[in-house]
């Protein structure tokens, strides 16, 4: 079992690949975060390939302990984008998202995990510029703070 | 073990441009459980769509990936190609190689191997895909349609000559919104009442159209084909089915009251009918300003009304209506121009909005449709229109542009310059846009036959000078100042939706952008749809458009709407949560956050220890769920999934993206 | 501190032979077919939990201050079974039983909660470190006169000891149900001195039993993650917390799922954070506060860390005065429009 250092330390004693990038999970709900991620792409913006999307229904679909997950398989950063708050194609999916990972965030910064790993952005179907704005500010963000290593898997 | 195909998109050079399809194809054929792979050129295409069913049959695929542009796309495309090829629809998962990645990425080497990621993710889920099932259920065979200006108006009519049952429900005491306030149409210049008021009786007429006028659409449950709203008919005070609007109650009423209709340029009674066209033609009292109901004294009405159609004590009533389809046509406001401190902050009377002079110009309207000063009264020598008040203004209005108002600018000058002989009309302009049909004639004839005089730049400041206004432009082709001293002058203030548009927006379920139009499907390919099944878009609720657009958008939606009330039965939603009995604790917590009430408890009985013992668990309404996962998430043991979602499934996701 | 005037002695004495009696009355009348207590541990000065299903052996039961077992949870087994159970239940056994009501796995219906007024339990290891002794040599502690009386084993007379409230459970200092609320009856509310003392405030405030929360948080992350990392590497996976709290209570518990397969059965430091993440999310909001699960944790994990940090942060971002007092939705089943967003 690996017990990590802190970032700082993690820096300086590990030392990386030239070619590493940062890999982030993003889960995305269909009706919002997902199809702004689509009008990025029909917009033709740019944003590093560092983002893998799970498409899921709702922002209220996304549990918690996938989140962990992502991060035990090697995820470096996960987001979670779904629809503003009071827009919810389903009503109130994102309010009960919002509650829960509000907490679960805290959380994991408890129990040690780097809480900027751990995003949350609200982004509608309209805000392509946003989606590519959020993955190019978290993947500079991740890149900075290297690979995770906490509560990951051995390979 | 399943047996899966993956069938790699080109999309023409959309993805093969950026992603090497060869090396895809080739990690691919590595994967677990993939039995067949390759690639096409087009794939939604009729030959690609064929290939995969001649796939599907030779290799005896059993789950099948589409590599190739957004789900949102084609996931329906591809679900009938399977489907074709004797396989569930279900048993489908599609990779987005194209919006998510080819269009994105410029490094080539990263993009391909994003692709092949992506490719990996989706077979790990398709993996777990199961066949799953549509139900039915049934369409009430009623329409409800909010609001009632033209918009509402035509799709009710519409949808009433399809030959089903219409609830129109308008706000304020008559039909016509603001259609009805207008004098002439461009470009026409028709009569405005005089086009719509045939309408509004048509409407009043049809035997499958009922109207609810002062009514308002409180709340609105159930989902498409089964919703039931909630309208609150406010109370008028008049018993309409014996009010005859013979109008004596208001001749003898002693309030005098800005009238709305008029926009606060005439004055009308407590008790009142909007207007002489009304449908229907019932008073309504204005408890606010009647003076029995603020002080307890008058009754006037009461005693002059031969029908004894006055109730004071008349309560508001909420009536449910069961409708398979809702159609939202709840029109515009205008923009509040009094944020402009150099047009006077809303505080000079003889500035004021198109809107207030079409009630000037109206022959029905307070001055007889005699153009006057509202400040004195006297016949204005000079008028001077600004255009793009509160449009195009990203700092202090809205950032688009309304639509109508360089055309209604243009009917305006016209019809200044034939009332008032003599008149000298100019308009301070940034662009004319006169795009419809007939439209840049109707310009070109307010300047060449009726000279008014069109001056490009913008007003900096409107200051008052012995009576007079003075107006303090640009002329931006001449270079220079532009002066104007005007006894008018009349903004042409943006076209924004009503103020509770947000709430109305919640109320239906559908969404609504920063601007506050309600927002369509798709803004090319489903301009009347919303992404709410069921709930269809007509007018200026959607986004500022003049009458014929409103009427064909209103007609638009109708046949939309008819078109579901014409079937039989309704396809439930496939994705839906599930419950699995032997698991669910029947805590319920699901039910807490399910916002269709979807979830009910069920009792089960089970054998053990060899009694038979009852217990409650979950159970799904297959027709309410939408399949949101909101349950599967409050479920701490597992047992609610999301069949299309499942843990299993978005669990193999994330860990296909691999260490 | 102030000190108990009167001797709590004879009251809690009182208590006892009030609660023996009522046992015994409710099943010679048949109206229950087991009553839940404790009863004097084997060895040592705790109590464990009594079973009582004959008049007679309602004699044995004990109320007390060596009563720490949480007897709540039990009730959850009992559901199976045909008839109705009386507990004699003090604050956190009824908050654990309201858990499990409002979570709808007990039926109201099946269940007589007794409330027995309480005034604290003990915690050995304080009563040891008192007396300069082992914990095991401790064989019983006595309130007398505003002091407890520890005897320890192979002696004849016992020693003065500290004042209760220096050996209470930190739970117990922490507590503010005291006087069980929600009960179809309560025990000895005309008990005056025990009255009085189970009136009085929790000794330790909300800020006091989160001290250790706020400790940790001050922690650098690398800090704190080498601080769980250690605590976890001694976790068994024994599943005991799970099974003494009220609040899981699941048939089925997720924690054993193998489809979908949240964590797996080796203790390296991923599966232990996943196991012990799902179970503090879980029980985020509904934790009773009891704290059974780090009492009876055989590796000594500080489980309440977790649980008390997702209370407090319930309490401040969602201003949920009491979270560990039930109410009919849970507050992560529920949202305000205005919920804050912090880093969103």
């Not at chain 2, 009710?156 to 030959?163: H, K, N, S, T, V």
């Amino acid at each position: 079992m690996s017990v990590a250092e802190a970032p700082e330390e993690r820096a300086a004693a590990e030392p990386e690949s030239e070619a590493w990038q940062p890999k982030i999970v993003a889960f995305c709900c269909n009706w919002c975060s997902y199809a702004g991620a689509d009008l990025a792409g029909t917009s033709r913006l740019h944003y590093p390939a560092t983002v893998r999307v799970v498409r899921v229904p709702c922002s209220g679909r996304v549990n918690p302990r996938f989140v962990i997950r992502a991060f035990q398989r090697g995820a470096d950063g996960v987001l979670v984008a779904g629809c503003h708050p009071g827009d919810c194609h389903y009503s109130t999916g994102n309010y009960y998202a919002r509650r829960r990972f509000l907490l679960a965030r805290r959380l994991l910064e408890y129990m040690g995990i780097d809480p900027e790993r751990f995003w949350v952005k609200w982004i509608s179907g309209s805000e392509g510029p946003k989606f590519a704005e959020v993955i190019r500010e978290m993947s500079a963000a991740i890149s900075a703070l290297g690979p995770n290593r906490k509560a990951r898997e051995e390979e | 073990m399943p047996r899966v195909g993956v069938f790699i998109c080109w999309c023409g050079s959309n993805i093969a441009g950026t992603v090497d399809i060869a090396r895809v194809v080739e990690a691919v054929a590595e994967m677990p459980q993939v039995v067949h792979v390759e690639d096409n050129k087009y794939t939604c295409s009729e030959p690609g769509q064929a290939s995969i069913r001649k796939a599907v049959s030779d290799h005896r695929l059993d789950r099948v990936v589409v590599a190739a542009c957004s789900p949102r796309m084609h996931e329906n495309t591809f679900r009938k190609t399977i489907a074709a090829a004797g396989l569930n629809p279900y048993l489908l998962e599609v990779a987005n190689l194209r919006e998510q990645c080819s269009w994105v990425h410029e490094d080539k080497e990263a993009a391909t191997v994003k692709a092949i990621d992506l490719v990996r993710m989706a077979v790990a889920k398709v993996c777990r895909h199961v066949p799953l099932f549509t139900s039915q259920s049934p369409v009430t065979k009623r329409a409800v349609v909010i609001g009632g200006g033209i918009a509402g108006i035509q799709a009710a009519l519409d949808i009433a000559d399809a030959g089903h049952e219409v609830v129109l429900v308008e706000r304020t005491p008559s039909l016509g919104g603001h259609m009805a306030q207008l004098d002439k149409t461009f470009p026409t210049l028709d009569c405005s009442a005089c086009i719509l008021t045939p309408k509004m009786v048509e409407v009043a007429q049809h035997p499958k159209i009922t109207i609810y006028a002062y009514s308002e659409v409180e709340k609105v449950d159930g989902y498409v084909g089964n919703f039931t709203v909630t309208i609150r008919r406010k109370a008028r005070s008049v018993d309409e089915t014996r009010c005859t609007g013979c109008g004596v109650c208001m001749t003898r009423c002693p309030s005098n009251v800005p009238n709305e209709f008029d926009v606060g340029l005439g004055k009308r009674k407590a008790i009142y009918v909007p207007f002489p066209q009304a449908v229907p033609n019932k008073a309504t009292i204005d408890r606010e300003h009647c003076i029995y109901y603020q002080r307890g004294r008058c009754r006037i009405c009461e005693r002059v009304c031969e029908a004894k159609a006055i109730v004071f004590d008349q309560p508001d009533e909420l009536i449910e209506v069961q409708a398979g389809a809702i159609v939202a046509a709840t029109g515009y406001a205008q923009f509040d121009h009094s944020v402009y401190g150099e047009y006077g902050y809303g505080q000079y009377p003889d500035v004021i909005t198109g809107l207030e002079f079409e009630r000037l110009v109206c022959a029905s309207g307070p001055t007889e449709g005699k153009i006057k000063r509202p400040s004195d009264g006297r016949i204005p020598e000079t008028v001077v229109f600004i255009k793009c008040v509160g449009s195009r203004d990203e700092n202090k209005g809205v950032s688009y542009c309304s639509r109508t108002c360089c055309m209604y600018t243009a009917k305006h000058a016209i019809l200044t310059r034939e009332k008032i002989p003599g008149s000298r009309v100019y308009i301070f302009y940034m662009d004319v846009r006169t795009a419809g049909k007939g439209y840049e004639e109707f310009y070109r004839r307010a300047t060449e036959e009726y000279g008014a005089r069109y001056v490009r730049g913008r007003v900096s400041r409107i200051y008052p000078k012995g009576g007079r206004l003075v107006v303090v432009g640009e002329d931006t082709i001449l270079g220079r100042k532009a002066v104007v001293e005007a006894d008018m002058v009349v903004l042409a203030a943006a076209m924004v939706p009503q103020p509770d548009a947000g709430a109305i927006a919640r109320t239906l379920g559908v969404s609504y952008d920063q601007d506050g139009f309600l927002t369509e499907a798709h803004p090319k390919l489903r301009p009347v749809e919303t992404n709410t099944a069921g709930v269809f878009l007509a007018g200026a609720c959607q986004g500022p458009k003049d009458i014929p657009d409103t009427v064909a958008q209103a007609s638009a939606a109708a046949s939309k709407a008819a078109a579901l009330l014409c079937r039989e039965a309704l396809e439930t939603e496939a994705m839906i949560a599930s419950v699995d009995e032997s698991r669910c604790s029947g805590c319920l917590w699901c039910e807490a956050v399910c916002p269709y009430k979807a979830i009910t408890a069920k009792t089960i009985t089970e054998r053990v220890r060899g009694k038979n013992v009852s217990r409650t668990v979950a159970e799904v309404n297959k027709s309410l769920c939408h399949g949101c996962g909101a349950c599967t998430v409050a479920c701490r043991d597992g047992a609610m999934n999301l069949l299309g979602f499942t843990n299993q499934q978005i669990l193999a996701e994330v860990e296909a993206v691999c260490l | 501190m102030k000190a108990v005037a009167q001797d709590l002695t004879a009251d809690l004495a009182r208590l006892e032979e009030l609660a023996r009696s009522r046992a015994r009355e409710l099943l010679e009348a048949g109206t229950v077919r087991l009553v839940l207590g404790h009863r004097q541990a084997w060895t040592g000065p705790t109590a464990v939990p009594h079973f009582v299903t004959t008049p007679e052996a309602a004699g044995l039961l004990v109320t007390g201050p060596g009563c720490a077992a949480g007897i709540a949870k039990y009730v959850l087994d009992e559901q199976d079974k045909e008839g109705k159970v009386a507990v004699l239940a003090r604050g956190c056994d009824t908050l654990g039983i309201r858990r499990m009501i409002v979570d709808k796995r007990v039926d109201p219906e099946k269940v007589l909660v007794i409330g027995l007024p309480c005034a604290g339990s003990i915690d050995p290891a304080k009563v040891a470190n008192a007396v300069g002794a082992d914990a095991a040599a401790i064989a019983r502690v006595t309130p007398r006169d505003g002091r407890v009386e520890v005897l320890l084993h192979g002696q004849k007379e016992p020693v003065g000891g500290p004042p209760l409230d220096g050996i209470l459970r930190d739970v117990c200092l922490a507590c503010d149900q005291k006087v069980p609320s929600g009960c179809a009856e309560v025990l000895g509310a005309d008990l005056a001195v025990l009255a009085e003392v189970s009136a009085r405030p929790p000794v330790l405030d909300a800020g006091d039993a989160e001290a250790e929360v706020t400790r940790i948080e001050s922690l650098s992350p690398g800090e704190r993650y080498a601080y769980w990392a250690d605590v976890f590497s001694r976790c068994l996976r024994c599943f005991a917390c799970r099974n003494a709290c009220p609040a899981c209570n699941c048939r089925v518990c997720t924690l054993e799922s193998y489809d979908p397969k949240w964590l797996g059965h080796p203790t390296d430091m991923p599966n232990q954070f996943m196991f012990h993440f799902i179970r503090a999310m879980d029980v985020a909001g509904r934790c009773v506060g009891c704290g059974e699960c780090e009492r009876v944790c055989p590796a000594g994990l500080p489980l309440m860390s977790l649980n008390r940090k997702l209370s407090r942060d319930i309490r401040l971002l969602f201003g949920v005065e009491r979270p560990h007092v039930p109410g009919d939705v849970e507050p992560l089943g529920r949202f305000e429009p205005e919920d804050p967003e912090e880093f969103m």
